[in-house]
Every structure is written in C-alpha cells, then in structure tokens.
C-alpha cells in the first residue's frame, strides 16, 4: 500500500516500484530512537527529498498529504503484532496512514482501577522491546473508556501525557461529550493529518532532543490566529490585533512558535515577514538561539537597532526574531506591507508606552498577536495591554486558557503558601515604607523593573541581607528541605534579594548541608568582586547544572537564584520555593510559576501541588501582591492552612464512614467485616478515592504537630486501604502505590493480614492451595486468600503452563459474581474448592503427559469446557504435529492459517460444533501465554 501510495502523491517524482521501495528502506533504516523518529516525522511533513533523474535534481517527497485528506488512505488495526528482533509486541490498536503506523493506542477494561497507569507501563515497554516501530510512530493514546489521554511517543513522562478534552458539542439529549464522539474527534482524518503536520515539535533543551505535542488548548489559539491573519490580509476593515492569554505553564511559547511556522508555510500569506518579539531570557535560552532545529529555515536574528532597522527596510521576508527595545527611535512606514505579521511575546510588559508606538508605527499595516502568560492586571498599565491587543474582541482576547482550566486539566498543579515564623520574616515597617508604598511598583512587569526598585530600597535590602538573619533562615531551609522536601523526591528554589544574597545564602547554606547539594545560578558582570565571581558560570557548566537539577537522585537539589530561571526555565521536580525576595503582580505569578508543573516519576512518585515558602511576608495580603480580578488568580496559590483543614475534614469523614468497622472486633472477623462493606464496586472505588486525597495531603503535611491527633486513625486507613487492594486488585502492586511518606507508616507498623501479601517463602501449588480451603477463617477471608493465590499461580507460572490461564479466567468470573453479590461467601467457596481440585488434576496429569505444553493446553482447555476426556486428547494429539511443524504460527500469517485449519480439522472429526469460535478462544489463550 504505501508503494501505491508514494506513486500517487508523488507523480513525476516517484515513477516505478523500485523507486518507491528505496524510499521504505530509508525509512526503515532510521535510527531507532528519538533522533529517528525525528527523521521519520520530517519525512510525514514533507521535508526530505529524492532525485529525480531526468530532471537531474532533489524534489521533495509526499508521504502524505494534510491538504486533501481524500487522497490518503487510513486503516486501523486491532492486535497489531510486530516483531523486533527476538522480541515480539502487539499493541491493542494501531492507526497507519498510507500504510505508515503513525498512532498507537494501548485500551485497557472500564473495569481496571489502575487502568491508564497500566496503559502507560505498556507503550514505555514498547519503546523498549519494539523501538523500530515507535521510531515511526509519531502519538499514542490511552484509554479505559472512562478517560482519554494522548501524548508524543518518546515523550514518556507523565507530564507529558495530556487529557484530549475536545471542545464539540455533545450528542443531542446528553449532558457532555459521550466516549464515541471524543474518539472520533481524535481520529478524524482531517485532525490527525494537520496534528502530525503541524502541531509536532523537536526542540532541544539542554542539549537533549525533546518532542511536543500541543494540547487543545493551543491547536485551538492557532487556528484562530490563522484565522484572523486571513482575514486581515484579504478584507481591508477586518481585525488586525488579537491578544493570546495562556497562563503560565501551558505551552505558550510553543504556541507562538507553531503559529510563526504555520504563517510562514501557509501559501496564502504570499511569502510573509513574521516577527517574534521576545524578552531577553528567551532570547538568550537555546531554544531561540537553534530555530531552525524547531523546523524553521533561516532565521533573522536582529543584532542591533540599525540591524533591525535595515531588515525592514530592506523588505526581508521569514522569520525575524528581536527585542522590544531594538523598536526604540525607529522610523515611520519602515514596512507598508498587509502580510506581516508581529508575534510579542509577555505582551503585559513588551508593549507599554513609547516603545509599543514605535513598533506599531513602523509597521503600519502589520497584523498584531500579543501573547501573555499572567492575567491582565487591574492597573492602568494592564488596561492598556487589553486596549493594545483586545481592542478587537469584546471580552478583550481571542483566546484565553485559564489558570483554573490548567489545573482542571492537569497541565499545571495548585499552589500553597506558608508563611514562615515572624521572628524569620522581613521586617514589616520596611516592607510596607520601602516595597508596598511604592507608587511604581503598581503593575509592575518585569524581573528587571522590579531591581530598580529594589535597589533603591537601601534599608529593606540590607535588613534581607543581614549576616545573622541569612544565618538563621539558611537554617531553617536546609531542616525544611531535609524533613518535607528530599523525603519526597523534590528539589527546591531559594530566590534570594539579589546576586550578593545568593552568594551570602550559598555559603551559610554550606555549614548545614553538603556543598554539592546545591548551587547559584546568577548572571555574571564584568566588575563583580571576587565573592561574586567564584559563582559564575560558563554556558557549559550552567547547561549541566539546569539538565542535572531537572533529573531525580542528582545533584544539585536546591538552586539559589535571584533572577535568573525565575522565566522560562522549566523543571517539573522543582516543588518547593523558599522566598526572601520582595515581589508582587506579573513577577511573582512568573516566579511562583516554576513550581505549578506537573510531575510523576519513574516510580509513581506524583507532584500534586507546589509550596511557597515566604519570608518576606508578599502573602500576608494576596489582594495586594497581585493587582488582578480575584476571578482570574482563584485557586492559583493557597494557604498551608486549606490542607490542614481538608485533612482535618477527611479525617472525620474516616472516622464516621470506615473505622466503626473494626470497632468491636478483632482480626479475622476485623478483616471479613472490611470487606464485606467493601464488596461493592463503587463503594471500594469512592474509598480509593478518598484514600488518595487524603494520603497526598498527608505526604505535603508530614511531618508537623497538627498532625499528631490523626497518626492512630491514618495508620488504620492505611491498613484498610492496603487489605483492601490486595483482596480487589491482585494485579496490583499495593506497596508499590503507596506515596513515600505512607510508605514509611506501612514498613514500620505493617502488620501480617489475613488477606496474605504476595510472599516468595513458599512454593504456590495445588497442595498450598488445598491447605488454604482447611484454615480456621472466616468463610469471605478463605475466598480472597484462595483467590489471591490463585491469580499468583497464574501470573508466575501461566507462560510455563497455559492451560492454568483457563483456570485463571475461571477463578476471576468467580470474582466478579462474588463481587456482585451474584452468589455468597459459601458458594464462592464450593466452587473455588472445585476449581482447585481440578488444578490438582491437571498438575498431576500434566507432569505424565507425553504432549507439549501447546498440545497440553488444548486438551485442558477443551475438558474445562464439558468435551469428553477421550475426545480431547485426540485433539491435543492431532495438534501436537501441526504446532511441531508450525512453530512460528504466531509471527507468521501463513503459518498461523495452516494451524487454524489444522484445528478445525481436529475440532470437527471429534464431533465437536463450535469450531471458529472455539478455535479463537484457544488461539488466544496460547498467544497470552507467550507474551
């Protein structure tokens, strides 16, 4: 197919099958990593080329073409087996385009609890066991029917993985979006054409190659911008200015890039000028200095204001990229053009005054997209913003992503704040006569503004950086760090007053933790004294230090800063920031921003929250730190105190619902007397639920004296919990699950259940099986340890021995109905008795049988299902030839035929009906043994 297809969309170019199979070996010979995959999404875009011999030149090459979706060819497949090398995977769905797999989807039950997180586990695999197919594969997608995530394939960290939440309307008569129709949308050819065309980036940060896929929010503030940019190049009264307001953490500088290349690739802006205009932080980050690895050609990176000046004139089109300030003094009418188009970047701050008329001054005509991370303030400065930008749409923006639709969706993570002890404060009299007073800070927009200021407060600076007061908050924050933040796998932020404060902070932080621990990232100057200068960096070691700070288990931990990686700099372990820096508005919302990122690791480890630790007392009056409509900044940062009061609240909540039933009772009747309440599925699962609200409050809490009247009734949650899971969720680790604090509760107080934990002491078999039915317990408490051993015997040794998968299904639908109150405890207990001596049967059987392991599972499986004993041994027989000469039926489609017909044959001569579903019931079993 993708042969036929190279010919169709690349006539004259690709002429014969040879030629078209040459270009499938280059993309097969791909690296089979991320550098690979990169290559493969730039030959999906249409960037690399093949000669073409009678026009003795490079043309380039179509693999698929976003513009016409009716000339490409779509096909999803369910199962899709691939093998690699030795290895061999089969992901549940793929979707190929033109014969290339260019998503996988891993679908696990509605059913299972951990269903996403096991979803996830399996593509990571993938990229381990199969990395040949996911160099070609661009997305990937998860699903347990009640939620849809997608993300980019070699881009595997949680915070990477997105909730698609489409904006469409739903199906009349329903109240939201059904599961149909958010799958759909995700899929619909047209989409996914222009996602893997336009909406995948590469970007390097740090040195390492990193891949994006924009979320919804920022496909849709593209499209309205393409919109409005036509329509202003074609309708001479239409808008030409639009404000883009993302909050903080949701892309926006990746938005603003895509829009600048979608502007420059779009043919009907006739070979545009696009002009990025960026603050200095950006400019100096390597993203910007490396454009064209984002996918751009060459780019005009604007030296000085007679360079800038000269571009323009001189009508340059593509990319121009510079800073606010080049604008300054520049002359009238430098560009009449309609088809330029401006991109500025914190627009709450680039705009103000002179400078915004100079920009719009010299280009008259231009379209204008201001971008903004903050919400507009309340000042004059920040009515100006939505005056400059907004002007054109009545609610004041083209497009607006919220700090509540962040958290809602999980791009960004709440905040909290704690103020530290008074006597560790800033003092009050200079804060308010030196900082809050004054009259320029009203608004105030950027780092740099807020330094001028600052260093003319002369008292507050130099209280903030007495030798004693350092001293003792250097103190103070190492005991922090050690006692809330390392034991949760986080790293921190000290934001010191200015450059001579980290340097204080670095040395006093030095006598209580060790050296390596952390590190000062300031910005160098040509005159500083030595206590300044051993802290400079070259761009080498601060490139090191910023991809090591970004990695778990390295060093450093804790960076002090003043002013440097307070924009831009991304690194979501970053948890907890400990503020002695005086700042208000635009400046702490940017500030506090580095810790709002969302964060798994490798281990589960989830950030649910950032913390704030001020010392100098911005948080006493949030109303006046931030100069914003309260509806704008509503639930961006919190007082410590809103946890203490939940947990205070779900500690109650426990104490009513769940820990009367272990009152009265002692152990085994303790434990049956849980799991009865529980045998409910949405009763067990609103339990889970709770659990995890309050165990990640714990873990932020912990350790601290208001918890201590909790510790007795959160030690027995626990417990609960983890009998709970092990008894519901066999396939589910519990330990594993648990956050690293509750972790600690469990190995220190852990007490031996009734409900046995997977332990490896002992050999599982029949005989340990049949010793469990004989135990004095409770009739519920002998169900679920039969239950639980059954499920391990199964996992430990089902590749071993098939047929105990069968045996498996079996003691699972006993679950289920068990579960369901479909049958009671006694009946359980019969049939999981039948069950196990079955088990017997078939382990002693099988150690006699003269058939293989394949051969054998055919003839179980089929007596499981009321087939004569006699009948299914001549079966098992018949098949042990076909699958001696037919060992590669599973990676083989003619092989795999050949044995299906195989077993039909030995199906019907045993006089037996149901042959093809039959047939699939036992080709299935055997493959999931394999796996």
């Known amino acids: ?55 003795r030149r490079e043309r380039n090459l179509v693999l698929l073409d976003p513009e016409r979706p009716q000339a490409n060819r779509f096909h999803v497949t369910d199962e899709f087996t691939f093998q690699s090398g030795a290895r061999r995977i089969r992901a549940d769905v793929v979707f190929l385009v033109n014969g290339i797999p260019v998503i996988v989807i891993e679908t696990k039950a509605a059913t299972r609890l951990e269903g996403i997180a096991e979803a996830f586990d399996q593509i990571r695999r993938y990229h381990q066991e199969a990395p040949d197919l996911m160099a070609q594969a661009q997305l990937f997608a998860l699903t347990h029917l009640v939620q849809f995530f997608y993300g980019a394939t070699w881009s595997l960290s949680r915070k990477a993985l997105f909730n698609w939440r489409e904006e469409v309307s739903a199906p009349a008569g329903r109240p939201e979006v059904d599961f149909e129709t958010l799958v759909k949308s995700f899929i619909a050819p047209r989409r996914v054409l222009r996602v893997l065309t336009d909406y995948i980036l590469f970007a390097r940060k740090d040195g390492e190659l990193q891949k994006i896929v924009l979320r919804p929010h920022q496909m849709r503030a593209t499209e309205r911008v393409l919109a409005r940019s036509y329509q202003a190049v074609t309708a001479r009264q239409a808008p030409r200015r639009g404000l883009i307001w993302h909050t903080q953490g949701s892309g926006k500088t990746y938005t603003m890039l895509t829009i600048a290349r979608r502007l420059l690739e779009d043919r009907r802006f006739d070979n545009p000028t696009v002009l990025l205009i960026v603050d200095r932080n950006e400019l100096e980050s390597q993203l910007f200095q490396n454009l064209e690895a984002v996918g751009f050609g060459h780019v005009h990176l604007a030296r000085s204001k007679r360079h800038l000046r000269e571009l323009l ?37 680039s705009t103000g005054g002179d400078l915004g008329n100079y920009l719009m001054g010299a280009l008259p005509n231009a379209v204008f997209i201001g971008f903004t991370g903050t ?118 932020f000290l934001v010191a007053a200015d450059r001579e404060a980290c340097a204080l902070y670095k040395e006093a932080l030095d006598r209580h933790l060790p050296a390596e621990w952390s590190a000062v990232v300031i910005s160098a100057g040509h005159n ?23 990695k778990p288990g390295e060093n450093p931990q804790i960076f ?81 105190e809103v946890l203490q009061k939940r ?66 009734d959160y030690q027995r949650l626990v417990e609960m919990y983890r009998l709970l899971r092990a008894a519901y969720e066999p396939h589910v680790p519990v330990d594993k699950s648990f956050l690293r604090k509750t972790a600690e509760i469990v190995q220190q107080h852990s007490r031996t259940d009734a409900i046995r934990e997977p332990q490896a002491t002992y050999e599982i078999g029949p005989a340990a099986l049949l010793a469990l039915l004989t135990e004095e317990k409770p009739e519920t408490v002998k169900v679920f340890n039969l239950l639980k051993e059954l499920h391990r015997l199964v996992e430990d040794q089902g590749r071993a021995a098939p047929y105990l998968l069968s045996i498996g299904e079996r003691a699972e639908e006993i679950r289920r109905r068990f579960e369901e109150r479909l049958i009671e405890s006694q009946q359980a207990l019969q049939e999981l008795e039948g069950l196990v001596k079955q088990l017997n049967e078939a382990h002693a059987e099988q150690a006699s049988s ?20 006699a009948q299914a041994r001549q079966v098992a027989q018949e098949m042990e030839g076909a699958f001696a000469a037919l060992p590669h039926w599973m990676s083989s489609r003619r092989q795999e035929s050949e044995l299906r017909t195989a077993l039909y044959t030995a199906l019907l001569a045993a006089g037996i009906g149901e042959v093809v579903a039959w047939a699939d019931a036992i080709l299935n079993l055997l493959r999931r043994a394999a796996q």
Request: hydrophobic residues 40%.
């Open 1 to 55: 197919m993708l042969v036929e297809q190279i010919q169709r969309l690349d006539p004259g170019v690709v002429t014969a099958v040879p030629q078209a199979e040459a270009v499938i070996r280059r993309l097969l010979s791909l690296r089979a990593d991320i550098e690979g995959n990169r290559e493969a999404w730039e030959y999906l875009k249409g960037l690399k080329t093949v000669f073409v011999q009678t026009e």
């Open 313 to 349: 004139q001189a009508d340059t089109r593509g990319l121009i990229v510079s800073m606010i300030h080049k604008f300054d003094d520049m002359p009238a009418d430098l560009c009449t053009r309609r088809n330029v188009f401006v991109l500025v970047d914190e627009a709450h701050r």
């Open 375 to 492: 919400p507009i303030d309340r000042t004059a400065h920040g009515k100006g913003t939505f005056k400059t930008f907004g002007a054109d749409d009545p609610q004041g923006y083209l497009d607006k992503y919220s700090i509540r639709e962040s958290i809602e969706d999980g791009t960004t993570v709440p905040l909290h704040y704690q103020l530290v002890p008074n006597d560790l404060r800033a003092d009050r009299e200079a804060m308010e006569r030196e900082f809050w007073a004054l009259a320029e800070l009203e608004g105030v927009a950027d780092v740099e503004e807020l330094n001028r200021v600052l260093d003319r407060a002369v008292t507050l600076t130099n209280m903030l950086k007495n030798r004693e007061r350092v001293e003792k908050i250097a103190a103070f924050v190492a005991d922090h760090f050690r006692r809330y933040v390392q034991p949760m796998g986080y790293k921190a």
């Open 528 to 550: 500083d004294p030595p206590h300044l200068k051993r802290h400079h960096l070259s761009e080498e070691e601060e490139t090191r230090l910023r991809r090591a700070f970004r």
């Open 560 to 640: 002090i800063v003043t002013e440097k990686l307070l924009t831009g700099y991304d690194a979501p372990i970053l948890y907890c920031m400990y503020l002695d820096k005086p700042m208000r508005d635009h400046v702490l919302l940017q500030a506090i921003a580095r810790v709002n990122r969302p964060y798994e690791s490798e281990d589960g480890q989830r950030k649910t929250s950032g913390l704030i630790l001020d010392f100098v007392g911005v948080f006493e009056n949030l109303e006046r730190a931030l100069a914003f409509d309260s509806q704008d900044v509503s639930g961006v940062v919190e007082g410590i």
């Open 647 to 712: 947990f205070a609240d779900l500690m109650s909540t426990g104490r009513t619902d769940a820990l009367p039933l272990h009152a009265g009772k002692f152990a085994d009747k303790a434990v049956e007397a849980v799991l009865e309440r529980f045998r409910d599925k949405e009763r067990r699962e609103a339990f889970y639920r709770y659990f995890r609200e309050i165990e990640e409050i714990y873990e932020i809490l912990s350790p601290d004296p208001f918890l201590r009247p909790y510790l007795e």
């Open 850 to 869: 003269p058939l293989s392991r394949q051969a054998f599972a055919v003839e179980w499986w089929l007596r499981t299902h009321q087939v004569a004993a």
